[in-house]
C-alpha cells in the first residue's frame, strides 16, 4: 500500500480508472433514473412502452400549450407521431392538430396560468365594498376579470385602510390582481385553466421522440436489474478509488514525508478560485452552448462533466496535502490578509495607545471619557430623543464617581513612581482613598518597607566587606612596615659576620616580595568584591594608549621589546575611571615586560567595532604556557612553572576585576606562544 | 636643628623612625597617640609632625583638625589603610603629605625633608615677577632655573618647556597633541607618545615617587595636568 501510495503509475492509472468508473456510474445511474420514471421496475415492458409515451407526450402536451399561450399559432410537433388539441376554460376549442387518427394513447391535462406571487399591503380609499381590485381594467381580460370580481368578504371590518393581500402578477396576460386569500387565487387558477388533450397515433409512422423512447425502453428493460447494480458498484469504487487518491496525495518515492508540488504553494482561496472557476467555465460552456440532443452532445457534456470532475479531484488532493503539511491556513491569501490587517490595526492601537499616554494621565482619561459620553449622547438622541435628560442626569452622578477615581489613582501612580525612583522615604498618602484603592496603598507603602530593610541591609553588608578588608589590610601592613624598617636598618649595621649579611639580604628580599603580594592581594579583594568606588569619566582611549606607551618606552627597550602601536585615526571614546584602567593597562603591560621573549615586537591595537571599543595586547611568551587564558586569570596562577619571576599571581585578576568593575570585558586567548589580551569596552560619543 | 614629634600606637615603628630621622639629624620626639600628640606639641617648638591615622582614643584625622586649630606645622600622614577617601580627607584637613604604610625609609625621608625645606626656607620667600610654582616645584622663567624645595633641577629644553606651559595654568588638562603642538611647534603624526615619555622623565626628576606623583598627574585617558589641590604651598 505504502509503496503504491508513492507511486506516480499507480496514482495515473487510478484516476484514469476513476474516470471509467464515473462514466459507467452516470450512464447507468441515468439509465436506471430513466427505467424507474418508466415503472419499468413495477410494470412489465408493455406497460413500461405506454409510461415512456405517456411521459414523452405529457412534457410535449406543455411545451404546446405554453408555444400558443405565447402567442403561436403554427402548429408544434409537427413531424412527430403526437397530435393535441387545446380547449379554453369555457371548453370552446382553441387549436387542434388532432384530425381523428387512429390513436395508441390519448390524455388530457389542465394547464394552468403561469403566475408570481407576493404577499403586499394595499391601502383601500373607501372601505368594504371593492374587495378585490385588478389594476388594470377588468374588461381588458373578461375572462380573468370575471372570475376575480365575485368574491365577497362579509367578516372584513369596514374601516380598515390597509389590507394584506396577494399580489399576482400574470405571465400569460401580463397582468395583475390582488386576491385576499389562497382560496380566491386557487378558483382564479382553475377558472383560467386550459385544458390540453394529446394523442398518439397507434402504429407510430414517424421516427420521433416517442419511437425513441419506446426503443429505448426496449433496449434498456432487459438491463433493469444490471444497471443499478453497476450505478452502486461504480460508485462505491469509485469512492474507494477517491480515498485512496486523497491518502496517496503528497506521497513520493514510498516515504512517509509528504511533498508539496507547485500547485500545493499556491494559496488555499486563490487556488480554490482558480478550481471553481475552471468548473464554473466549464458547466458554463456546457449550458451556453445548449450541447446538441444527440449522442455528439451527450460524449461532449460528459467529457466536460469528466473534466470538471478532474478538477475538483485536483482540488481534493491538493486539499488532502494541504491538511497533512498542515498548511492548509498558513498558506492563504486570506489568512495572510487578516494577519496584516491584524498587524495595522495592531500598530495603529499602539500608535494611538502611544499618543494618549502622552497626555497627563488627568487630562488623557478626560479625552476618553469624553469621547465615550459624546458617542452614548449621539446614539440616545438617534434613537430615542427622550433620553437625553436621562443621560445628563447618569452624567452629573458618573462624572465626579470616575474623576474621583482617576484622582486617586494618580496618586497611587505618583506614590508607585516616587517608591520606584528610588525615593524611599515616601509614603502614599491614604487619606481619602477606599476599598481596593486604599490596599493598594498599602501594599506599596510595605513594598517601600521591604526595599528599605533591603537596602539597609545591603548597605550594611556592603560596608562590613569594605570595612574587613581595610582592617586586615592595616593590621597586616603595620607589623610588615616594622619587619621591612627594621631589616633595612639591620642592613645598615656595619656586620662583620658575612652569613649574616646574606641571610639579612634574603630577609630584604622576601619581605619586599612579601609588601608586593600583600600590596596587591588587597588590590584584588577590593577589586573582586566590588568595594572599590568606580567615578567614571570620558576616557579616550587613544591618548591613554600614548600614555601608557610613554610611560612604558623605557622598560620595553630595557627589555629588548618593540611596542607596535596600531589605533583608528578618529578618537574612541569610553566611560571609566582613568585610574583604574591605568591600573588596568599597567598590570597587563607589566605582565609583559616581564614574560615576553626579548626581541620580540608587541602589538597593541585599538579599534572600533561597532559601538564597542576593542584594546589587543599581543606578545611573544618567554616560557611555555601551558595553561588557558582562562586559568590564567584565576588568582595566584602564574604563567611560568618556575615562580621565581617577581609577580603576585595576581595580575591579570586584578586587571579583569578592575576591567569589569568599570563594565568591560577582559579575555586571553593562548596560542601557543602568542600571548593575546583582549578588553572591550562599551563606546560613547 | 629641626624637631619632628613622631605619632604611632606602634612603637616598633615609632623607635624605627626615630633611629632614620636621628640618623639624618633630625630631633625626635614621640608620642603613641593622639592626646600624647597634643600635649607634647603645646609644650614643645616642633617643625613637623609625623602622624598615623589609626591609632585608638583620638585618631590621626581627629588629632589633625585639633592640630590645625592654632598651627601651621608641616604633617604627614602615615596611612595603612591606603584608601583614597582617606587622603583626600586628610589632604583636605590640612595635611601636607602623605606615606603609605609599608613604607620605604628612603621615601619617608625624602618628603620629610621637603616638607621642612619648604616650611621654613620657602614659606618667607616672596615669589618673584616671571616665576611660576606648584608643590615646592618653581620655575623662574628669567633665568630659565627649575628649582625643587630650593635646589636646583637640571631640566632638558623639551622638558622645561613642557613644565613651563603645565605650570602656566595649574589644573588645566593639556592632551598629549595639544603639547606636543605648543612644543615642538609641529603636528605630531602619531608621536604623541613622546610627551609621555618626557612627562615620564620629569617626573622622575621632580617627584619623589614618580609612580604616584603628587604634582605632575597624568589623567589617564585625557592628558596632563599641575595638580594644586594636594600642594597647599602654591
Known amino acids: 500500500m505504502k509503496k503504491l501510495r508513492g507511486s506516480f503509475a499507480a496514482k495515473l492509472v487510478a484516476v484514469i480508472t476513476l474516470c471509467v468508473l464515473v462514466v459507467i456510474c452516470v450512464l447507468a445511474a441515468v439509465g436506471t433514473a430513466y427505467l424507474s420514471d418508466s415503472d419499468a421496475y413495477s410494470m412489465d415492458l408493455k406497460q413500461a412502452e405506454e409510461r415512456a409515451i405517456e411521459n414523452q407526450a405529457i412534457g410535449w402536451l406543455y411545451d404546446a400549450a405554453e408555444s400558443y399561450k405565447e402567442g403561436n399559432t403554427q402548429p408544434q410537433l409537427t413531424n412527430t407521431n403526437f397530435r393535441y388539441t387545446l380547449l379554453s376554460p369555457e371548453g370552446e376549442e382553441l387549436f387542434s392538430t388532432y384530425e381523428g387518427e387512429k390513436t395508441r394513447w390519448e390524455g388530457s391535462q389542465q394547464i394552468q396560468p403561469r403566475f408570481y406571487v407576493e404577499h403586499i399591503s394595499v391601502e383601500y380609499p373607501e372601505p368594504a365594498k371593492a374587495e378585490v381590485t385588478p389594476t388594470p381594467s377588468p374588461t381588458e381580460a373578461p375572462a380573468e376579470a370575471e372570475m376575480a370580481e365575485p368574491t365577497p368578504q362579509p367578516t372584513l371590518p369596514p374601516t380598515t385602510a390597509t389590507r394584506n393581500v396577494l399580489h399576482v402578477f400574470c405571465y400569460d396576460t401580463n397582468e395583475e390582481f390582488n386576491f385576499l386569500s389562497d382560496a380566491d387565487l386557487i378558483r382564479w387558477r382553475n377558472a383560467n385553466a386550459l385544458t390540453a388533450k394529446g394523442y398518439v397515433l397507434a402504429e407510430l409512422p414517424v421516427a420521433d421522440g416517442i419511437s425513441q423512447a419506446i426503443s429505448r425502453i426496449d433496449r434498456l428493460y432487459g438491463y433493469r436489474v444490471l444497471l443499478p447494480v453497476a450505478a452502486g458498484l461504480s460508485f462505491v469504487l469509485g469512492v474507494l478509488l477517491f480515498l485512496f487518491l486523497l491518502s496517496a496525495a503528497g506521497h513520493r518515492d514510498s516515504g512517509e514525508e509528504i511533498t508539496e508540488s507547485f500547485v500545493d504553494r499556491i494559496p488555499l482561496d486563490l487556488f480554490t478560485l482558480l478550481i471553481a472557476s475552471g468548473i464554473c467555465a466549464i458547466v458554463a460552456f456546457g449550458f451556453g452552448f445548449g450541447l446538441p440532443g444527440n449522442i455528439v452532445g451527450y460524449a461532449l457534456g460528459m467529457v466536460l462533466l469528466l473534466g470538471a470532475g478532474l478538477l475538483f479531484l485536483l482540488w481534493c488532493m491538493s486539499f488532502a496535502v494541504r491538511v497533512k503539511k498542515k498548511s492548509l491556513w498558513q498558506n492563504c491569501l486570506l489568512t495572510r490578509l487578516w494577519r496584516w490587517c491584524g498587524r495595522v490595526l495592531r500598530n495603529g492601537g499602539h500608535l494611538l495607545g502611544r499618543g494618549l499616554r502622552a497626555l497627563p494621565m488627568l487630562g488623557r482619561w478626560v479625552l476618553i471619557l469624553g469621547a465615550f459620553l459624546l458617542a452614548e449622547l449621539l446614539i440616545l438622541a438617534i434613537f430615542n430623543g427622550e433620553g437625553v435628560v436621562l443621560w445628563v442626569l447618569h452624567i452629573l452622578v458618573l462624572c465626579p464617581a470616575v474623576l474621583f477615581l482617576i484622582w486617586s489613582m494618580r496618586r497611587l501612580r505618583l506614590g508607585a513612581r516616587e517608591i520606584a525612583g528610588g525615593n524611599l522615604s515616601y509614603t502614599v498618602d491614604t487619606k481619602y482613598l477606599f476599598g481596593e484603592l486604599k490596599d493598594h496603598a498599602e501594599d506599596l507603602n510595605h513594598i517601600r518597607d521591604g526595599m528599605n530593610t533591603a537596602v539597609e541591609e545591603r548597605m550594611k553588608s556592603e560596608h562590613f566587606k569594605s570595612e574587613l578588608i581595610t582592617n586586615v589590610s592595616h593590621d597586616i601592613k603595620t607589623p610588615l612596615t616594622s619587619i621591612i624598617n627594621y631589616v633595612d636598618l639591620l642592613e645598615k649595621e656595619e656586620l662583620d659576620n658575612e652569613r649574616a649579611k646574606e641571610y639579612v639580604e634574603v630577609l630584604s628580599r622576601q619581605s619586599a616580595k612579601l609588601k608586593k603580594l600583600i600590596d596587591d592581594l588587597i588590590e584584588a579583594s577590593k577589586a573582586s568584591t566590588g568595594v572599590l568606588a568606580v567615578h567614571p569619566e570620558r576616557c579616550e582611549l587613544g591618548v591613554l594608549l600614548d600614555q601608557c606607551a610613554g610611560e612604558y618606552a623605557e622598560r620595553f627597550g630595557k627589555a629588548g621589546l618593540e611596542l607596535v602601536l596600531l589605533k583608528p585615526r578618529e578618537p574612541v571614546t569610553i566611560l571609566a575611571d582613568g585610574r583604574h584602567i591605568w591600573r588596568t593597562f599597567d598590570n597587563l603591560l607589566g605582565n609583559i615586560v616581564k614574560y615576553a621573549q626579548p626581541n620580540t615586537r608587541v602589538y597593541w591595537n585599538l579599534s572600533r567595532e561597532g559601538d564597542k571599543a576593542i584594546v589587543i595586547f599581543r606578545n611573544i611568551s618567554r616560557e611555555q604556557l601551558n595553561l588557558s587564558g582562562e586559568e590564567l586569570m584565576e588568582r595566584f596562577v602564574r604563567g611560568d612553572s618556575s615562580r621565581n619571576t617577581d609577580g603576585s599571581g595576581l595580575g591579570l585578576a586584578i586587571a579583569r576585576s578592575l576591567t569589569q568593575l568599570q563594565g568591560g570585558e577582559m579575555d586571553i586567548t593562548v596560542d601557543g606562544d602568542l600571548f593575546k589580551v583582549t578588553l572591550r569596552f562599551d563606546c560613547i560619543e | ?234
Open chain 2, 1 to 234: 636643628m629641626y624637631k619632628v614629634l613622631i605619632c604611632d600606637d606602634e612603637r616598633d615603628i615609632v623607635s624605627a623612625l626615630k633611629i632614620y630621622l636621628e640618623a639624618e639629624g633630625y630631633e625626635t620626639l614621640c608620642a603613641y597617640n593622639g592626646q600624647e600628640a597634643l600635649a607634647l606639641l603645646a609644650r614643645e617648638e616642633v617643625q613637623l609632625v609625623l602622624l598615623d591615622i589609626m591609632m585608638p582614643g583620638l585618631d590621626g584625622i581627629a588629632t589633625l583638625s585639633r592640630l590645625r586649630e592654632d598651627s601651621n606645622v608641616p604633617v604627614i600622614f602615615l596611612t595603612a589603610k591606603g584608601e583614597d577617601t582617606d587622603k583626600i580627607l586628610g589632604l583636605n584637613l590640612g595635611a601636607d603629605d602623605y606615606v603609605t604604610k609599608p613604607f620605604n625609609p628612603v621615601e619617608l625621608l625624602a618628603r620629610v625633608r621637603s616638607q621642612l625645606r619648604r616650611y621654613t626656607q620657602l614659606g618667607a620667600v616672596p615669589p618673584k615677577r616671571n616665576e611660576l610654582r606648584a608643590g615646592g616645584i618653581c620655575l623662574d622663567d628669567e633665568s630659565k632655573t627649575v628649582t625643587l624645595d630650593g635646589e636646583p633641577v637640571s631640566l632638558t629644553p623639551t622638558e622645561y618647556d613642557i613644565l613651563r606651559l603645565l605650570l602656566q595654568s595649574p589644573g588645566r588638562v593639556f592632551r598629549p597633541d595639544a603639547i606636543y603642538r605648543a612644543v615642538w611647534r609641529e603636528e605630531p603624526f602619531g608621536a604623541e607618545s613622546t610627551v609621555a615619555v618626557h612627562i615620564r622623565h620629569l617626573r622622575e626628576k621632580l617627584e619623589i615617587d614618580p609612580a604616584n606623583p603628587r604634582c605632575i598627574k597624568a589623567v589617564w585617558g585625557q592628558g596632563y595636568k599641575i595638580d594644586t589641590n594636594d600642594s597647599k604651598d602654591s
